[in-house]
């Protein structure tokens, strides 16, 4: 792979946990026991000839042909990355355990590595403070799985063999310049373990212009003093789904009276 012309393609990044409190030959062992559950893990969705690998030394980054299924990758592989830890860790003194996120996107090949900002994500879901959260919430994980909101909508929902779409959670990742909703995933269990205190999932959100008539959870009614068109797409203002330019606001004098104008 070696190309300066972007190409979509599957971008997976991976991490080992607590490698930094590793002395020298057991970060050798933990690269070696990585390297051989992924590779295996290749081998059994039939990709190997189709990944671009490259070392972050406690971690990979990985990017697939752009013909290799995506369902595949979220569905048999990473059923075979969590049996090889489970062979690899049962009865092992110093379990390999790994924070593994993967997107899709444009990506290209400057003869030095990988560039893109699929790259940029996926590298940052998989650092992302959820992620690691989930880990340090349960010893018995072994690997938590996240993906980008479209490769969960576009792909992980349709569900698939080994696909638990049903298993994710959404958690909000804020990093850098990434302020996303993100999915997470714990293999064989319906829902990843998070500290009392851990994140909160962000809540779904309502469609349709807001009415006098509907109410939240919590018995209060939503808004309806302002139509705003805010700056961007697919902002969401008082509970209402809003899309284009901002143009101005409607304030009606009943409104104007009671508690002061708009916001302008």
Not at 62 to 84: N, R, S, Y
Not at 111 to 124: N, P, Y
Request: net charge negative.
């Amino acid at each position: 792979m070696s190309s300066h012309e972007a190409v979509h393609r599957l971008v997976v990044s991976a991490d080992v946990k607590g490698s930094g409190r590793l002395g020298h030959q057991a970060k050798l062992r933990s690269r070696r026991a990585m390297y051989e559950v992924f590779e295996a893990a290749f081998a059994a969705v039939g990709v190997s000839g189709q990944v671009h690998v490259e070392d972050r030394g406690d971690g990979v980054l990985a990017a697939l042909a752009p013909q290799v299924p995506p369902t595949a990758m979220v569905g048999l592989w990473l059923e075979e990355v969590h049996q090889g830890l489970r062979e690899h860790n049962r009865g092992a003194s110093e379990p390999l355990r790994l924070r593994i996120a993967m997107h899709g996107g444009p990506v290209s090949h400057d003869g030095r590595g990988l560039v893109g900002r699929a790259v940029d994500l996926t590298c940052r879901l998989c650092d992302s403070e959820p992620a690691r959260a989930i880990l340090a919430a349960d010893d018995g994980v072994d690997v938590v799985f996240v993906v980008s909101d479209v490769l969960y909508r576009s792909v992980v929902a349709e569900g698939g063999r080994f696909v638990e779409p049903e298993h994710y959670r959404p958690l909000p990742v804020r990093a850098k310049e990434t302020d996303e909703v993100a999915w997470f995933h714990v293999p064989r269990r319906t829902q990843p373990p998070l500290p009392a205190a851990g994140p909160a999932a962000p809540p779904a959100p309502e469609t349709g212009p807001p009415r006098a008539d509907r109410a939240g959870a919590d018995g209060a009614r939503w808004p309806t003093k302002y139509w705003i068109n805010v700056n961007g797409h697919n902002q969401i203002v008082d509970g209402a789904e809003v899309h284009g330019d901002i143009v101005g606001v409607r304030v009606t004098p009943e409104d104007d009276s009671a508690e002061g104008a708009g916001p302008t």
